[in-house]
């Protein structure tokens, strides 16, 4: 894919910016759905998602008082820059053309960079909610930064890549690493749901104690950028897993026609990626919030220690070189 | 970390009710806590010197939203004692009735809010669902979803038919069944678990002398209930028990609720179940002879104490109303000193604030900006201790 | 459960720091006293008794003077009242909230309402009141009246600065 326009299209429309848009939204509608009918409700409409963000792109934005505004501005805009830059080198349907050795290092820090932001907005917003739900924000980031980052590691162990696209297709000669590294994969997923600050780990926006957090003070196009990069981060994460942890899961019989091809592998993408979001939407609504100090004793104690439990396990079995 | 001030209400998200809290953290550590319950007085024990029973009791009523049969009935409850008059054992048994669907429907809510505190949205969802079928019980019963209106001087204003009484009767087996369902929620999930236990203790001695009343109390293995204590209306003669528990904190005051919610299913099927025939009212005279007494009621959050004195006319010379959550207050703020920012919420709503009745008393609605020009501080040592 | 409390056995325990013990109804023993006798009677009610919880202090305004009534109840199940009746000029009366904890905000309401003062309360604050309300205006007196012009505080009109 060395054709120009080809790449321009790779990055502008599909699998790029306009396909993580579609189905950014298309996530946040399922996620309320499902959500919602755990909870014995109706729940939205299938558009209700992006037309709140066209309502919210509307509305006017008000600036607190004494704020910096460049930076205030700047904040949402870079967090979603990151997301989507971030997409680009996950594997949808083949391998990114933008792959390379050490791509997996950047999407994890590019995904980083919206929680920054969030400390930097809360810290910014001069309200008392926003710099609490900041400072609370950056100490989460702490907290299970160590364990995601273990458990996203191990792949690479275990395949010998840094690349995404690399270890999606080592998975294809071998095995799942979902089933080969169940811990690191389990692990993964809670650190995902920490990441995307969804129950039980919404400490820093927790509603009733400090209001929205960092969000408190977001109007109109901040709040809605804002609320897109976090959409997006939900459909980058959950591809990273998808093509990290269940690379493996591909159509068993070959098919003929390329395009009918590309057609299972999209579908494929699809279904991994709802898999994993109906899972982290169960999480959602069957927990409570937990608070910050006890985050960090399930952080620290639990999901480091499973983390490097599958270190060990996995150079166990590298040295007797089962699943290898 | 340096000290932040972090205001809570009137207007926050944690709370249904404007309240005050300027709670000085720490880092996540509250180490002083200013209280400001002043908003939304409007003068009832003032009004109520100023109207005959009959229009007092609609007033009574409205002092509460959610134990709005409470008030109404201590009320009524303390005139016809100072009058001497004795009311039916019909209207007593239908009185017995809509109070404990109304405890039924206010500890649902509570659970619903706990559940809620912590971000526990789907039982939330589940408790207030399940919550409709009291109410709809309460709306056939008395034709109104929340002020029922229930209650006269020496009786009640509305008959329950057999009808009625069949169709109450018929939505007990799935209540009965939801409130095991929670029971089980509440034991077993654990995130929530981790967000109750511990949080919010109280022990028996503290209990009893920051003068916590209702469950709150009764968490802490304090048995006061009074309708046990001074019986009223017929719970002397249905079987029922005290639910009490020895956690004593926000867990304990879970289960002590949830229990109740299932003593309250008991006695509003027993008191169906055997309904005694005959009138729904006596004769009750105009005015009252002069008197007083302190009625004392068990409503869903606690004792609830009318001091009542009259003076010979048909209006009261005196209404001292005492709510539950103003009893609980005291034990609150010595809960929430020492405990992270996060469980704020968690054991502000473990007393179920009512605070609308908490500060019902005087005359001119507070609008006063309590921001920036606040008084000095009045922390709860001030207070509490 | 301990045995409800008789007459006779308020009256001893009371005997010297109070006055009349009388029944005020069939589970409530009523025991007046004088405001130097209240925080003696108090303390006897709280141990000897032995009352543990204070249930309210409940304040009429007799229009001659202002009573307060402390009730008080203990594992026996019977209310005790401690009547004291104060002055309507100068009504002052020591605090109770350092025997029993939770008098404190009843003693704020009272003061807040009928101008009772209390001596020795820690914090005697508004507490019911908003905080621009007349300082020597207690709207739950029986001759209490709003002052046409006098600011009550609220949205409508702000007082200097």
Known sequence: MTDPFLLIAYILLFPGFLFLFAYSMTFEFLDRRIVARMQNRVGPPFFQPFADLVKTLGKEVIDPRGVDRPIFDAAPVVALAAVMTSFLYVPIIGPSPLAFQGDLVLVLYLLTLPTLALMLLGWLSRNIYAAVGGIRAVTMLFIYEVPFFLALMMPTLMAGTWSISDIMAWQEEHLCLAILQPIAFIVALIGLQAKLERTPFDIPEAETEIVAGPWTELTGRRLALMHLANETSAVVGSALIAAVFLGGLAFPWTVESAILSATVGFLLFLAKTVAILLVLSIIRAATARVRLDQ?????????????????????????????? | MTRIVVPIGPQHPALKEPVNFRVVTDGERIVDLELNLSYSHRGIEKAAEQRDFIRVLPLIERV?????????????????????????PRAQYIRTIIAELERMHSHMLWLGVAAHEVGFNTLFMWTWRDREAVLDTLEELSGNRVHYNMNEIGGVRLDLSPSQV?????????????????????????????????????????ALSFGAVGPTARASGVDYDVRKDDPYLVYDEIPWNVVTDTNGDVYGRTKVRIGEIAESLGIVRHCLENLPGGPIRAEAPKAAPPGEILSRYEAPRGEVAHFIRTNGTARVERVDIRTPTLANWTSVAHCLI?????????????????????????LVKSGGDLGKDAPPPNGPRGWSR | MIEPL?????????????????????????????????????????????CDRLVSISTVDTTESIELHYHLIGQHRTVVTVTVELPRDAPEIETVSDLLPSAALYERQIHDLFGVVFRGHPGLTRLILNDDWPRDEHPLRKDWKPVAGTFYGGAGRRGPG
């Open chain 1, 295 to 324: 985050l960090n004793t399930i952080g620290w104690k639990y999901l480091t220690m499973a983390a490097l439990a599958q270190v060990g396990i996995v150079l166990v079995m590298m040295a007797s070189g089962v699943g290898i």
């Open chain 2, 338 to 362: 020492g405990r992270p920012l996060a469980d704020v919420p968690v054991i502000v709503a473990a007393i179920d604030p009512c605070l609308s009745c908490t500060s019902r008393i005087t």
């Open chain 3, 6 to 50: 008789t007459l006779d056995g308020v009256a001893n325990a009371v005997a010297g720091v109070a006055g009349a013990v009388d029944k005020a109804s069939t589970n409530r023993i009523r025991v007046r006293t004088t405001r130097e006798g209240l925080r003696d009677v108090i303390r006897r009610v709280q141990w000897l008794l032995p």
């Open chain 2, 64 to 88: 509460c939203g959610i134990c709005s049969h409470s008030h109404a009935t201590v009320f009524s409850k303390g005139i016809e004692e100072i009058m001497g008059v004795e009311i039916p």
């Open chain 2, 166 to 206: 069949e169709a109450a009767l018929a939505r007990m087996p799935v209540l009965e069944e939801r409130i095991r369902a929670y029971v089980g929620m509440v034991e077993d999930e654990e995130t929530m678990l981790t967000r109750f236990r511990g949080v919010g203790s109280l022990s028996r001695e503290e």
